[in-house]
């Protein structure tokens, strides 16, 4: 009887899980350099990143991933590095928050990115290693061409640190972008309190409901990230040196500035929905002045009206010549005494 040969494999990769399609294309740019090499190659083929490793295997690596649509080429990537699957699981699980994760041969972080002038936010995560560091992103674009810049430039110690300095500077990258992003949606809700007071009907409340939902979200996101930083920090992973757990701590600092900005401005979110409540009721109250002043022009006019307007027969007044303009005349003097009143107490 034949028996059937088991498969090596016990269970599925939780990285198909994760990916929204397995069978699509995954662009490397690879990225090898030391203090006297720079070597640089993009490509889509595993075969070749592997050759390209193999020969560049002694200088510090960076491979950035993007879109991350092929689970094959991810596997290789799993198996050639010796990452934990459930780790490379969380890597491209982009629907995560940011978190970080520690193993005997590995360091895990994961960020959410904001880049200029584009609306949300993209999912970027790390994996450090000896002496390399793989970063997964759903786009091409990114905020790190300055970095990238900076090592084929050979611009101050990038190319002579190690793996986790280069860490730090898109750590660095990562949080300045959200300070700049904080200074300008600081100013911009300023701008809307300032456009509020001025004119009540410049700004909705939808708009001042949408600000606030996207500050939430951002001040989730840093803090985060910051509690992400402040576990690398805090580790004692052999990955992070000590002169780069300095280097950490004004990053840290940066996070904090950014996480005290966005709880500042959920606060003026607030205050600004008091404002616009209270500018709606200051309308309404005015109205309603107006209603009441009317109101008290009108209820005399309306008890001399309704007086003589009662059908009996005994009425002199009404028999007189003068009957007609001399009603008129009083309810003119009392509606005018009624506004010189009012005016007089600055009611009007």
């Known amino acids: 009887m034949s028996r059937k040969k088991k498969s090596k494999k016990l269970f599925h990769s939780p990285i198909s899980l994760n990916i929204p399609k397995d069978d699509g294309t995954i662009h ?7 203090d006297a090499n720079y070597n640089r190659i993009k490509v889509s083929d595993w075969s070749k990143i592997s050759t390209f490793l193999t020969q560049n295997k002694e200088d510090t690596t960076w491979l950035n991933l993007y879109p991350l649509e092929n689970k094959k080429t991810l596997e290789q990537l799993e198996e050639y590095y010796g990452i934990n699957p459930f780790l490379m699981a969380d890597a491209v699980d982009f629907s995560l928050r940011s978190k970080t994760w520690f193993t005997e041969k590995h360091l895990f972080c994961s960020f959410k990115m904001i880049k200029p002038e584009v609306e949300g936010t993209e999912h970027i995560s790390f994996i450090i290693g000896d002496n390399y560091l793989i970063s997964f992103q759903e786009n091409e674009d990114d905020i790190f061409d300055h970095i990238r810049s900076r090592i084929e430039n050979n611009f101050g110690l990038i190319r002579r640190k190690g793996i986790d300095y280069l860490f730090f500077l898109l750590c660095d990258a990562l949080i300045d972008q959200y300070t ?15 456009d509020l007071n001025l004119n009540h009907n410049s700004i909705l409340l939808s708009q001042i409901h949408e600000k606030k939902k996207e500050l939430s979200t951002t001040h989730k996101d840093i803090r985060a990230a910051t509690d992400v930083l402040n576990s690398v920090y805090d580790s004692e992973s052999p990955l992070i040196t000590g002169f780069v757990r300095k280097l950490l701590s004004s990053i840290i600092h940066n ?7 966005y709880t500042r401005q959920l606060e003026n979110t607030k205050s600004l929905s008091d404002l616009y409540f209270s500018q709606q009721n200051n309308k309404l109250n005015e109205m309603i002045k107006w209603l009441t002043i009317m109101s008290s ?5 309306s008890f001399i009206a309704g007086f003589y307007g009662m059908n009996f027969t005994n009425m002199p007044e009404l028999s007189h010549p003068y009957a007609y303009p001399i009603i008129v005349g009083i309810m003119l003097s009392v509606s005018g005494y009624i506004i010189f009143l009012f005016k007089r107490k600055k009611w009007m």
Do not use: H, N, R
């Open 28 to 34: 490397i740019d690879c990225i090898a350099f030391s």
């Open 180 to 194: 700049l992003v904080a200074d300008e949606s600081e100013s911009l809700l300023l701008k809307m309190e300032e």
């Open 255 to 261: 996070a904090k500035y950014c996480l005290d900005s």
């Open 297 to 301: 022009l009108f209820i005399p006019l």
